[in-house]
């Protein structure tokens, strides 16, 4: 081949050459251009995980760039419980040599950046990384499902819960707030003063007001059911703030206190019940007749003697007068209190029914101050007998019949101060 030959040969091959750099001088400026507005992290990254070559910005903010090269390797800002895992993933894809991907958080100072990566074998011992930000789908994926979830409990809690915009018409209600109102799905679109008693619109007015003002309110409201009923509820109000897209709201949870109001008025009566049962068993143990001998009958009183009491012990007296043929009756007033003119009017009234049923009354226990108050009162106790003490009267009650003395005395028959009462 002559020179002139062997030039020309030499100029197409620099021809050629001339060209395929400028091929990749223009592939690599698009390449360039590229990644200056693509939002991935592209990068070289070898199996250690050691980063050999970025193209974006969003590692190197956080790490030492020379010449273009990272001196740091991934551990410097992925995090640590993550950082096994993208080193596994990279030599994984250079053993298989496919296409593997992951998603790894990595620091940025305080705040935390979640990426998808995929990676793709590009020597022997390095893969090309390229990684997205996807927090905020992250974060969206979380409150959506934090917001299912909301939904589910709202849905099958046995409260009513609703919201309502600030003129107070309701646009979500769950279903136990449908029930509770009675008004099912037509309680959408209604306002909260048509759903609460009327004799409440004034302070229900007052109450929105507040929870706007100050945030929340709690307290006690009546719902008004479809049928006119009313419903009484335990009412809590939270005014919710306004943002982009949405005015401000007021929800509200109401419990029916109707199972606490019954269960209450339930509770009250059975208590009433008890007392009630304790009550008669303490008069039935508090008036007894205990039979002393053939045709005596003594009955102990204690505590106070009142209309209901001394009735009580009236009538078991006289049961027993005729059931057992008693033809004395010891009635002994030791222990009752604060005897007044009540109570000696009962004392009498017990006396002249038993003087009716042909038995006389003896009765005992009178001390001084009893003397001095029934004498101070006037009253008249002729026609009974008296002893200072249970004993005399049980004295007097076993003495023969033809002995006993016709006359009211008190102390024992043989006390020669034995005395009538004055009247």
């Known amino acids: 081949m002559s020179d002139e030959q062997s030039s020309k040969a030499i100029e197409r091959e620099n021809a050629a050459l ?18 200056s507005v693509s939002r991935a992290f592209i990068a070289l990254i070898d199996r250690d995980g050691i980063v050999r070559e ?7 903010r956080s790490g030492k760039v020379e010449n273009g090269r990272l001196t740091t390797p ?93 003129e107070g018409a309701v646009f979500h209600a769950n279903q136990a707030f449908r029930d509770m109102t009675g008004h099912g799905d037509h309680a959408l679109g209604k306002s909260l003063f048509d759903l609460y008693r009327a004799e409440e619109h004034d302070q229900l007015a007052a109450i929105v007001q507040q929870c706007f003002e100050n945030g929340s309110w709690q307290g006690t409201l ?22 982009a897209g949405r005015p401000p709201a007021l929800a509200t ?3 029916d206190l109707t199972p606490l109001y019954d269960a209450e ?3 009250l009566a059975l208590q009433q019940q008890v007392i009630q049962a304790q009550q008669d068993a303490l008069r039935e143990l508090s008036t007894p007749l205990v039979p002393l001998a053939e045709g005596i009958v003594a009955m102990p009183l204690i505590g106070t003697l009142d209309r209901p009491r001394a009735q009580q012990a009236m009538e078991k007296l006289l049961d027993g007068i005729v059931q057992h043929q008693f033809h004395t009756a010891i009635l002994d007033v030791t222990g009752v209190k604060d005897v007044d003119a009540e109570s000696a009017d009962a004392l009498l009234r017990i006396a002249r029914a038993a003087r009716l049923l042909g038995a006389q009354l003896v009765l005992t226990g009178i001390g001084p101050d009893t003397a001095q108050t029934l004498v101070d009162l006037g009253v008249d106790l002729s026609g009974i007998t008296t002893r ?29 101060a034995a005395r009538r009462l004055p009247a």
């Not at 001339?18 to 990644?35: D, F, M, N, T």
Request: aromatic share 4%.
């Open 54 to 60: 970025t193209f974006a910005t969003l590692l190197s």
């Open 388 to 416: 200072s003490t249970l004993q005399g009267g049980i004295a007097h009650a076993l003495a023969p019949r033809a002995g006993r003395p016709g006359r009211l005395a008190t102390g024992t028959p043989s006390s020669p």
């Open 253 to 255: 949870i109401a419990r």
């Open 222 to 243: 009546s719902l008004m059911q479809h049928d006119g009923r009313t419903l009484p509820c335990q009412v809590s109000m939270v005014a919710l703030a306004a943002e």
């Open 265 to 267: 008025h339930e509770r």
């Open 18 to 35: 001339r060209q395929r750099v400028a091929e990749l001088e223009g592939a690599e400026a698009k390449l360039e251009a590229l990644c």
């Open 74 to 166: 991934m551990a410097a800002v992925v995090r640590e419980d993550h950082i096994e895992r993208c080193i596994g993933t990279i030599r994984e894809s250079l053993a298989t040599r496919t296409i593997a991907s992951l998603e790894y958080p990595i620091r940025f100072g305080q705040d935390e950046v979640w990426c998808q990566a995929s990676c793709k074998p590009f020597t022997d011992d390095t893969v090309l990384w390229v990684a997205h930000d996807i927090t905020a789908q992250r974060r969206l994926a979380y409150a959506q499902a934090e917001l299912r979830n909301f939904q589910a409990l709202v849905n099958s809690a046995p409260d009513g819960v609703c919201i309502a915009s600030s």
